[in-house]
């Protein structure tokens, strides 16, 4: 089986974890074997696009404790960072499995960019990539590192956005 491919979903726009949740879709309804990780998703939203990956036979985890700062100013960044590591390493052994054909890290960008995570870090991860298992990476910040070894890399820039106006987050259409 060939080596599988990386994809990286970057920049301010939205739209980053709504392409790999499209990407992961279409996998699935070809009968690929799917795993979504989600890192630094709110506690408290629950998430549209979950649910319908669900019934789509995805598997999704959620990984706890991964609250930012941004969204609650309560949170500790010794406790983030412990709970970032456990995850990524929880990640690893999922992609070095073989189990799935596409495996999207959500926000896995971002914890580079907020110092969460190191270049170490996302070595470790294509280090263990298996034969054949596409990866794709979401979050604004993506790692030059990252950019120069992925296979496909897409900017999603914005240009306008109603929260500029004070238009809150929807359901159903940014979460």
Same mark, same amino acid.
């Given at each position: 089986m060939p080596k599988g491919l990386i994809h990286v979903y970057t920049g301010d726009g939205k739209g980053k974890t709504t392409a790999a949740f499209g990407l992961a879709i279409r996998a699935a309804g070809h009968g690929k074997k799917v795993l979504i990780l989600q890192f630094l998703k709110s506690r408290t939203k629950d998430l549209g696009e979950r649910a319908i990956a669900i019934e789509s036979g995805i598997k999704v985890i959620k990984f706890k404790g991964q609250t930012t700062p941004l969204f609650d100013p309560k949170v500790k960044r010794?406790?983030?960072?412990?709970?970032?590591?456990?995850?990524?390493?929880?990640?690893?052994?999922?992609?070095?499995?073989?189990?799935?054909?596409?495996?999207?890290?959500?926000?896995? %960008? %971002?914890?580079?960019?907020?110092? @969460?995570?190191?270049?170490?870090?996302?070595?470790?991860?294509?280090?263990?990539?298996? !034969?054949?298992?596409?990866?794709?990476?979401?979050?604004?910040?993506?790692?030059? !590192?990252?950019?120069?070894?992925?296979? @496909?890399?897409?900017?999603?820039?914005m240009i306008k956005h109603p929260s500029s106006n004070g238009v809150q987050a929807r359901k159903g259409i940014e979460f």
């Open positions: 010794s406790d983030l960072k412990r709970n970032i590591k456990e995850a990524i390493a929880v990640s690893i052994n999922h992609i070095k499995s073989g189990d799935y054909d596409l495996i999207v890290l959500d926000e896995f %960008n %971002n914890l580079f960019r907020d110092h @969460y995570a190191t270049s170490e870090d996302i070595d470790n991860v294509l280090r263990e990539q298996h !034969e054949g298992v596409e990866l794709v990476f979401t979050g604004r910040g993506a790692p030059k !590192e990252l950019i120069k070894i992925a296979d @496909y890399v897409t900017e999603m820039r």
